[in-house]
C-alpha cells in the first residue's frame, strides 16, 4: 500500500500562498490518481483536487478553482498543490490521496498525517 507524507503547511495571511507537497513510496506511484482533500475544524472532509497518473487531466474544487493548481513529479513521486489568494475559509488540515483507478468523495484512504494550513485575516 501506497505510503503518503504531506509536507508545507503553515500560517498564512490572507491574499497569501503557500505550495504543499506529498510524497509518495511505492514505485507505482506514476500510474496513480493522486489527490487533495481537507478538513476544516468541526466540518467534514472536503475533496479539493485530483490529477491523472501524467497530469493530463485535473480536477478542482469549484471555490478553489481560480486560485488553486494540482501538479505532480512523477520522477520525484511527489504531487504538489499551489495555493495562491488564500482565504480563511481555506483554513483546514490539507490530507494527500492515491489511488490507483480514481479519487472522488467516496475515497477512503490511504491518508497521510495531513499538514496544517492556517489563514489568518
Known amino acids: 500500500q501506497v505510503q503518503l507524507v504531506e509536507s508545507g503547511g503553515g500560517l498564512v495571511q490572507a491574499g497569501g500562498s503557500l505550495r504543499l507537497s506529498c510524497s509518495a513510496s511505492g514505485r507505482t506511484f506514476s500510474s496513480y490518481v493522486m489527490g487533495w482533500f481537507r478538513q476544516a475544524p468541526g466540518k467534514e472532509r472536503e475533496f479539493v483536487a485530483k490529477i491523472s497518473w501524467n497530469g493530463g487531466n485535473t480536477y478542482l474544487l469549484n471555490s478553489v478553482k481560480c486560485r488553486f493548481t494540482i501538479l505532480r513529479d512523477n520522477a520525484k513521486n511527489t504531487v504538489y498543490l499551489q495555493m495562491n489568494s488564500l482565504k480563511p475559509e481555506d483554513t483546514a488540515v490539507y490530507y494527500c490521496?492515491?489511488?490507483?483507478?480514481?479519487?472522488?468523495?467516496?475515497?477512503?484512504?490511504?491518508w497521510g498525517q495531513g499538514t496544517q494550513v492556517t489563514v489568518s485575516s
Open positions: 490521496a492515491a489511488d490507483p483507478h480514481e479519487i472522488d468523495d467516496f475515497y477512503r484512504g490511504p
